[in-house]
């Protein structure tokens, strides 16, 4: 979406959990990973600040300044702790059974260290979640009740970060769980719009 | 510290929970209210709102722009569930102990609505709720880990929001909850640095 939003080709490479070491020298454990004119950006807020630096003509990402930087990542870190646990509760036996073997291997065994139990305990079906994840989005939707978007009157990398988040759900449920006229609803359906339906040509995973 | 920032001159008028009704007409059911040239302005966002608007030359407290507006829009929403009630339960006998009897009368009324029951029951001692508070202010920490302020180089509204919440803390317990190294008390510091110290200035509860 930040690519999209400079309005900058872009030849995307999907790469499997276990294909990541071979990517980017072996620098990076995560994706994404850009590589732009030789370098090599990992993690999504770098990118979206080595975008801006690299092109500042194009559209913005931040609001003018280190503050725009700072509201952009007081954003990334409300999502990390509020919505990420909940998110994966709902998906991840999903997640895995769209894997290949041997990332289904490496995707059972980190998780289940990190998490400390089996996959199949850690899941939750996504209406016993409902009520906390739609407390958990509050913020964003009293911001969206008097904003179209995050940032104002356009979007800015802050809404690309949110809805990047709720893309997992988007991918591998099929739908937010959320009311259809919650105001995130609304939100998330005008950033599936942008940038000539980008997003929802993105791969969904069999129901 | 919204009208500091602006260089406003203003006078100030203490008003006790039962005063309130007798001010602004009696159109506002809370402080702060702002007469501005015979202007009525109630809560504190729309104080600031207000304030940029006219004074639009003077420092700014907002980035430009409705983006501006959007980012500080989000951390009061996210202060507000994630912060307010866990302050409450801290601090909510000792504000009780501070009033005049007849706001004593209508506090403890108003509250125990409120909260569903006794204020001796919903006090929590602060060491309790230690843990829960520093997670909760986990996406501001994160911030300042990389900016000094909220508003990024210099502060801004979001931070007065942020601090004004916190400051029912300083007032009441005399102290922050949270580690002297913990970004989120650095940056506390700072903020009653600002506009002279004006913020120190502020009478503390007994303790």
Redo the contacts between chains.
């Keep these: 979406m930040a690519l999209a939003h400079k309005g900058l080709d872009v030849e995307m490479v999907p790469t499997p959990f276990t294909g990541v070491a071979a990517i980017a020298d072996g620098t990076s454990k995560t994706v994404p990973v850009l590589e732009d004119d030789g370098s090599l950006i990992r993690d999504s807020f770098a990118i979206a600040l080595h975008l801006e630096a690299r092109h500042p003509a194009r559209p913005l990402l931040f609001?003018?300044?280190?503050?725009?930087?700072?509201?952009a990542?007081?954003?990334e870190?409300?999502a990390a702790?509020a919505l990420h646990i909940l998110i994966s509760r709902m998906i991840i036996m999903r997640v895995h059974d769209a894997l290949d073997p041997a990332d289904q291997t490496y995707f059972r065994g980190s998780r289940e260290k990190r998490f400390g139990m089996r996959l199949e305990s850690f899941e939750e079906a996504p209406e016993a979640l409902r009520d906390a994840f739609a407390?958990a989005l509050?913020?964003?939707?009293?911001?969206l009740h008097?904003?179209e978007?995050?940032?104002?009157?356009?979007p800015?990398f802050?809404d690309y970060i949110l809805f990047g988040t709720l893309m997992w759900l988007d991918i591998f449920l099929g739908r937010l769980p959320l009311a259809p006229d919650d105001e995130v609803t609304r939100w998330f359906e005008r950033c599936l719009d942008l940038h000539g339906g980008l997003a929802r040509g993105a791969k969904r995973a069999a129901a």
């Design positions: 609001l003018a300044g280190e503050g725009g930087v700072a509201a990542r007081f954003v870190r409300w702790p407390a509050e913020p964003a939707r009293r911001t008097s904003h978007w995050l940032g104002g009157e356009s800015l802050a």
